[in-house]
């Protein structure tokens, strides 16, 4: 499998908003830990995060700016552009993803809280 491929798929998957695609992507025991929170084991878990965090969501693009990989590793910086009706937030972040067989095992990701909260308060 080509991890920088499939990273490429998921990172343009969250502009369809689906939390079981979006969660289709991990291992069944893969872990997503979004940095400002606590990390979130179990694919099933981790649909149930992406949508309580996406539930106000009505628009999301993510812009890749540098997408690096080695072996099983992807790191790939962005610009996500987020919209919850009329607030905004251009987010820059950066995700680390460890792959297995074609899934991801675990993805940290790491943004400012605070950026985000203030644009979509």
């Known amino acids: 499998m080509d991890n920088e491929k499939i990273i490429r798929e998921f990172i343009e998957a969250w502009s369809r ?9 991990f ?16 694919r099933e878990n981790v649909e ?13 693009e993510w812009d890749i700016l540098h997408l690096v990989s080695a072996g099983d590793v992807v790191i790939a ?21 460890e792959m ?6 675990v993805w940290r990701d790491y943004f400012d809280l605070t950026t985000y ?4 308060s």
């Not at 689906?18 to 289709?24: A, F, H, T, W």
């Not at 291992?27 to 179990?42: F, K, L, R, S, W």
């Not at 149930?48 to 999301?60: E, L």
């Not at 297995?100 to 095992?105: H, S, V, Y």
Request: net charge positive; with cysteine; glycine share 14%.
């Open 17 to 25: 908003l689906d939390p079981k695609e979006l969660s289709s992507y």
């Open 27 to 42: 291992a069944e025991d893969g872990v997503y830990h979004n940095m400002p929170t606590g990390p979130v084991g179990g």
């Open 48 to 60: 149930k995060m992406i949508a309580g965090f996406i539930g106000s969501w009505t628009q999301t």
């Open 77 to 97: 910086e962005r610009l996500d552009r987020t919209k919850a009706g009329d607030k905004a937030v251009d987010l820059p972040c950066t995700g680390v993803f």
């Open 100 to 105: 297995e067989k074609g899934k991801i095992k």
């Open 117 to 120: 909260m203030k644009g979509m």
